[in-house]
């Protein structure tokens, strides 16, 4: 499944290339999901509660940053989510690309994700990853609009 996303956020392209390529900070932009723990320079291990439609589901992800390009201001990341029991759920490689909008940046999200067999329907995944983003991009603005006033 792929998935095309963008959004404007009210900083400049420094500050929120800033904050997307901390992967510390801006995983907890995400709706319901927390890092658990660095496990390396670009290798970090998140929990999502995943709600798809009347399900909920508990994943763990290892995220790792497999490209940075501060001057491109592009970041490409994989994601291997799992059920807590260690079953496999997917992987998704996500590019994000910044584009200076006036005062404004364009953020760009590419996900090329592949989901387990049965695991969950496409029209359940599709809804809620739309409303997942919305959340996101709400919340990456506060993030980079907190960090501009400190």
């Known amino acids: ?43 970090f291990e998140v929990a999502v509660k995943a709600h798809l439609g009347p399900l909920f589901k508990h994943l763990l992800g290892t995220i790792t940053v497999v490209e940075r390009d501060p001057e491109g201001h592009r970041l490409v990341m994989t994601n291997n989510a799992r059920e807590a029991d260690g079953d496999p759920v997917g992987e998704a490689t ?11 940046t364009n953020v760009s999200i590419h996900t090329d994700a592949t989901i387990a067999d049965g695991m969950f329907g496409e029209h359940m995944i599709t809804e809620a990853a739309g409303s997942q983003m919305e959340q996101f991009a709400e919340n990456l603005q506060a993030l980079v609009a907190g960090a501009a006033a400190s």
């Not at 996303?5 to 709706?31: G, K, L, T």
């Not at 996500?94 to 404004?104: D, F, R, V």
């Open 94 to 104: 996500i590019e994000i690309t910044l584009a200076e909008l006036g005062a404004n």
């Open 1 to 43: 499944m792929q998935f095309d996303d963008s959004f404007s956020v009210q900083a400049p392209i420094d500050d929120v290339y800033a904050a997307i390529s901390d992967v510390e900070r801006v995983v907890p932009c995400v709706p319901d999901a927390e890092l658990l723990e660095r496990k390396g320079d670009d290798v």
